[in-house]
């Protein structure tokens, strides 16, 4: 029972992830949206919306100390964000590429004299997507085959009609709920 109990959360939460995301993807055309993690030591570290998925960036940008382990959170025009776009992602510095799926890493030099190491992941929309919908769609299923089965009188392992039925399921042997029972003793027979 512990376990049924915990699915749902689960599922909410992967239900809320996909909202986000699919949330983002439609800003994509237009906007892009960052959210800049400080590791202990101050250094960057971001997911942002690009125009084709999440961009996942780790880095070791010096911002200070006093940025260690805090966050923010801006939105950009999608133009400006492009430059940054092409910027961790020219000619030199792009490792691989995939079906939307892009992979970054090398070194950026910030002020002609201070360098810092880079890795920068895009992750399409789709494929988010496509891993997020599953479980939430499975849940949604799961609550309406339970809520029709709830309001029909039918069993709810099986679907088997129990409103003449008590105690247990005559088909998968279920308990019936007591409220079931209670009903099942007025139904005329």
């Not at 892009?32 to 999440?54: I, T």
């Amino acid at each position: 029972m512990n376990a049924r109990r915990r699915l749902p959360f689960f599922s909410v939460l992967l239900f809320l992830l996909l909202v986000m995301v699919m949330a983002l993807w439609a800003r994509s055309p237009r906007h892009a949206d960052l959210l800049g993690v400080f590791s202990s030591a101050g250094h960057l570290q971001g997911v942002a919306s690009d125009r084709v998925g999440l961009l996942f960036f780790a880095s070791d940008i010096p911002f200070g100390r006093e940025y260690g382990l805090t966050a923010d959170v801006m939105s950009a025009p999608r133009d400006d964000f492009g430059q940054v776009h092409d910027t961790l992602y020219d000619k030199p510095h792009e490792k691989w590429h995939f079906s939307g799926f892009r992979f970054s890493a090398g070194k950026l030099d910030l002020t002609g004299t201070l360098t810092c190491r880079y890795s920068a992941l895009i992750v399409p929309y789709w494929f988010l997507v496509l891993v997020l919908l599953p479980i939430p769609a499975g849940a949604f299923r799961r609550g309406w085959v339970t809520w029709r089965r709830k309001r029909k009188g039918l069993c709810l392992g099986c679907g088997y009609d129990i409103r003449a039925s008590t105690g247990k399921c005559p088909e998968c042997g279920e308990e019936i709920p007591a409220t079931k029972t209670v009903k099942a003793a007025s139904v005329p027979t």
